[in-house]
C-alpha cells in the first residue's frame, strides 16, 4: 500500500481519470490518502477522513512511509488552519497559500512552517456557529470542499472538521450519523438538519442556527428560515428543501 499527502493549497480529486468528469471531491493541504491504484499520470485514491474515493494527477501529492502517514492522521482532526487565508513557508521560503480548515498541523511533515491560527483541539458545540459563519457567502461548487467553492456537504462536513470532528461526504452519508430527533423544538444550534430531494432520497443538509434559521450551501453559503416543513427562502418566497430529519451529532 503506498500513502499521500496534500503539499498544496487545493487540489481535485475526480471521479474518473479524465480532468473533464465531475469532482468528486478535493484535498486541502496536509490531508492525507492511500493510494489504490496507478495509472499513467493519474492516481486512484482513498480519503482517510471520510473514505471518498476518487482520481488525483500525478505531480499533485507528494508520497508519505506507512509509519509517517499513521502519525499524520489521528484518529480525530486536530490542527486545522483557522484563517480564511494564511501562509506557510517552504524550505526555500517560498509561501504557500492555506485556505480555512487545512490540516495545518501537518506542515513539519513537508518540511514547511506555518504560523498562523489553528482551531483549538476538541472544539465544543458551540464553536460550531462560530466556523460555520467564516464560510458565509461562499459561492456554491459540486464537490468544493473550500471558501471559495463548496457544496452542501462539504460546507457540514468542515465545519465539524474544524471542530475536531469527522462526518462523511455525502449528505446521505451525514444523515446515518448522529441521534435522530422527533421534533425540530428539540433541536439546538450545531445540529444538522437533512433534506429530501426530488426522488424522495436525502441530498441536502445545512446546520441549525439558533432562533429557527439554518446555514447552508445552496447558491452561496447563506442563511434562511427553517420550521418542521423546511428551509423557506424569503427572496423566494417559497420551501426550496423539504425536511427529512434532524440529527444530532454532538
Same mark, same amino acid.
Given at each position: 500500500?503506498r500513502?499521500g499527502?496534500?503539499?498544496?493549497s487545493?487540489?481535485?480529486?475526480y471521479?474518473?481519470?479524465?480532468?473533464g468528469?465531475?469532482?468528486?471531491?478535493?484535498?486541502?493541504y496536509?490531508?492525507?490518502?492511500?493510494?489504490?491504484?496507478?495509472?499513467?499520470?493519474?492516481?486512484?485514491?482513498?480519503?482517510?477522513?471520510?473514505?471518498?474515493?476518487?482520481w488525483?494527477?500525478?505531480?499533485?501529492?507528494?508520497?508519505?512511509?506507512k509509519?509517517?502517514?499513521?502519525?499524520?492522521?489521528?484518529?480525530?482532526?486536530v490542527?486545522?488552519?483557522?484563517?480564511?487565508?494564511g501562509?506557510?513557508s517552504?524550505?526555500?521560503d517560498?509561501?504557500i497559500?492555506?485556505?480555512?480548515?487545512?490540516?495545518a498541523?501537518?506542515?513539519?511533515?513537508?518540511?514547511h512552517?506555518?504560523e498562523?491560527?489553528?482551531?483549538?483541539?476538541g472544539?465544543g458545540?458551540d464553536q460550531?456557529?462560530a466556523?460555520a459563519?467564516?464560510y458565509?457567502?461562499?459561492p456554491e461548487?459540486?464537490?468544493?470542499r473550500?471558501?471559495f467553492?463548496?457544496?452542501a456537504?462539504?460546507f457540514?462536513?468542515?465545519?465539524y472538521?474544524?471542530?475536531?470532528h469527522?462526518l462523511?461526504?455525502?449528505?446521505?452519508?451525514?444523515?446515518?450519523?448522529?441521534?435522530a430527533?422527533s421534533?425540530?423544538?428539540e433541536s439546538?444550534?450545531?445540529?444538522? *438538519? @437533512?433534506?429530501?430531494?426530488?426522488?424522495?432520497? +436525502?441530498? =441536502?443538509v445545512g446546520?441549525?442556527l $439558533? !432562533?429557527?434559521?439554518v446555514?447552508h *450551501? @445552496?447558491?452561496?453559503?447563506?442563511?434562511d428560515? +427553517?420550521? =418542521?416543513t423546511?428551509?423557506?427562502n $424569503? !427572496?423566494?418566497?417559497?420551501?426550496?428543501?423539504p425536511?427529512?430529519?434532524?440529527?444530532?451529532?454532538?
Amino acid at each position: 500500500m503506498r500513502y499521500g499527502i496534500c503539499p498544496l493549497s487545493l487540489v481535485p480529486v475526480y471521479e474518473s481519470p479524465d480532468a473533464g468528469s465531475r469532482l468528486a471531491t478535493q484535498l486541502l493541504y496536509g490531508e492525507c490518502f492511500k493510494v489504490l491504484e496507478s495509472r499513467k499520470a493519474w492516481h486512484r485514491i482513498r480519503m482517510h477522513l471520510d473514505g471518498t474515493e476518487g482520481w488525483l494527477r500525478d505531480g499533485q501529492f507528494t508520497e508519505l512511509e506507512k509509519d509517517t502517514y499513521s502519525q499524520a492522521t489521528p484518529q480525530v482532526p486536530v490542527g486545522s488552519a483557522a484563517d480564511l487565508i494564511g501562509h506557510l513557508s517552504t524550505d526555500k521560503d517560498l509561501l504557500i497559500p492555506v485556505l480555512l480548515g487545512s490540516d495545518a498541523a501537518n506542515a513539519a511533515l513537508l518540511n514547511h512552517r506555518y504560523e498562523g491560527e489553528v482551531f483549538p483541539s476538541g472544539a465544543g458545540k458551540d464553536q460550531l456557529v462560530a466556523t460555520a459563519l467564516l464560510y458565509l457567502n461562499s459561492p456554491e461548487m459540486e464537490g468544493g470542499r473550500s471558501p471559495f467553492g463548496i457544496d452542501a456537504a462539504g460546507f457540514t462536513q468542515m465545519v465539524y472538521k474544524c471542530c475536531g470532528h469527522s462526518l462523511q461526504r455525502t449528505p446521505a452519508g451525514q444523515a446515518t450519523q448522529g441521534t435522530a430527533l422527533s421534533f425540530i423544538e428539540e433541536s439546538s444550534p450545531g445540529d444538522l *438538519a @437533512f433534506f429530501d430531494g426530488p426522488d424522495g432520497a +436525502i441530498n =441536502h443538509v445545512g446546520l441549525i442556527l $439558533p !432562533e429557527n434559521y439554518v446555514i447552508h *450551501a @445552496f447558491g452561496q453559503v447563506r442563511i434562511d428560515r +427553517i420550521d =418542521h416543513t423546511g428551509i423557506f427562502n $424569503p !427572496e423566494r418566497r417559497n420551501y426550496t428543501h423539504p425536511l427529512r430529519v434532524i440529527k444530532q451529532i454532538l
